[in-house]
Each structure stands twice: as C-alpha cells, then as structure tokens.
C-alpha cells in the first residue's frame, strides 16, 4: 500500500531486537537503537527504551499493534519454560516520544492498532519508545525461560 511501512520490533526475554528497513518515499520508517526491559522478574516493572526514526513530506501517524498469539501480552518460549507462565499477565506499553512529535502518551500494546505518535514535516527525525511492562508478584517467570512479542509500528 503506497505510503504505508511497516517495522517490526522483536521482544524477547526483556531485550528489544529490532528488524526492518526504510524506504525511500514521501514517508519512511526507520530502525534505531534496541531496548532492554529491566528487571525482568515478578514483582518489578521492567522498562527500556529504543528508537525509530521517521521522514515525511507531511502529516502522519504511528501505530502500534500485536497480531501474534499474545495480542499484547509477552508470550513464554518453548524451551526451558516448562512450568513457566504462558505469557505475562499485563500488557507491554509503549510511549513514542520526540521534540515535535504528539505523542498519544502510554498506551497498551493488543491485537488492534493503536496511535501511539502524529506529526507532520520531518526530515529525519529520532523518536523514543519507551516500554514497560508490570509484571505481578504472583507471576511465575522461570530462570532461562524466554518471552517474547512482536510489536509492528505503522506510519501512515
């Protein structure tokens, strides 16, 4: 669809691996830097942050969605897990930030797509996504045990 990119962000086991590329139009998104969440262990909140960049001849918007089996929610891995939780109780969030940018403030991560940022003429502009995750005492997160979710930002 003209105009419309796509990029995936990969979570997994608190560290944020990112994949994608940008392409040359009116309107492109781009991978900056990857994120760890930390302390990732019931109890805590684990947070990071990590980058996007984005370049546009006008008006735009960034969504956030989830359409993987945790719709939201990191997912357990299938090796050394057993015992393990399947996925985390709570929802991973994301606040995209930058100076220029509306940010839509934090917002939770699910099966549909939700705006996260706007904004308009941008000639390389570096944009923070700050996750977090709370993560409930009562959750059982095994040692070795990893978690992932794939979150796809589209700028439109």
């Given at each position: 669809?003209?105009?419309?990119?796509?990029?995936?962000?990969?979570?997994?086991?608190?560290?944020?691996?990112?994949?994608?590329?940008?392409?040359a139009?009116?309107?492109?998104?781009?991978?900056?830097?990857?994120?760890?969440?930390?302390?990732?262990?019931?109890?805590?909140?684990?947070t990071?942050?990590?980058?996007?960049?984005?370049?546009?001849?006008?008006?735009?918007?960034?969504?956030?969605?989830?359409?993987?089996?945790?719709?939201?929610?990191?997912?357990?891995?299938?090796?050394?897990?057993?015992?393990?939780?399947a996925?985390?109780?709570?929802?991973?969030?994301?606040?995209?930030?930058?100076?220029?940018?509306?940010?839509?403030?934090?917002?939770?991560?699910?099966?549909?797509?939700?705006?996260?940022?706007?904004?308009?003429?941008?000639?390389?502009?570096?944009?923070?996504?700050?996750y977090?995750?709370?993560?409930?005492?009562?959750?059982?997160?095994?040692?070795?045990?990893?978690?992932?979710?794939?979150?796809?930002?589209?700028?439109?």
């Amino acid at each position: 669809m003209p105009g419309r990119h796509r990029l995936a962000v990969v979570l997994v086991a608190g560290a944020v691996l990112l994949a994608g590329a940008a392409r040359a139009s009116a309107l492109s998104l781009g991978v900056g830097t990857g994120a760890t969440l930390s302390p990732f262990r019931p109890g805590q909140t684990a947070t990071g942050s990590g980058s996007l960049t984005i370049v546009s001849l006008g008006a735009w918007t960034l969504t956030a969605e989830d359409d993987g089996p945790g719709a939201g929610h990191m997912v357990k891995g299938a090796a050394g897990c057993t015992g393990s939780s399947a996925q985390t109780t709570n929802q991973l969030t994301v606040a995209v930030t930058a100076l220029g940018v509306t940010s839509a403030g934090a917002k939770a991560i699910g099966a549909t797509p939700v705006q996260v940022a706007s904004g308009g003429l941008t000639a390389g502009l570096l944009m923070t996504t700050a996750y977090s995750l709370v993560i409930p005492s009562a959750q059982t997160l095994l040692t070795g045990c990893a978690y992932s979710e794939t979150v796809t930002y589209t700028a439109q």
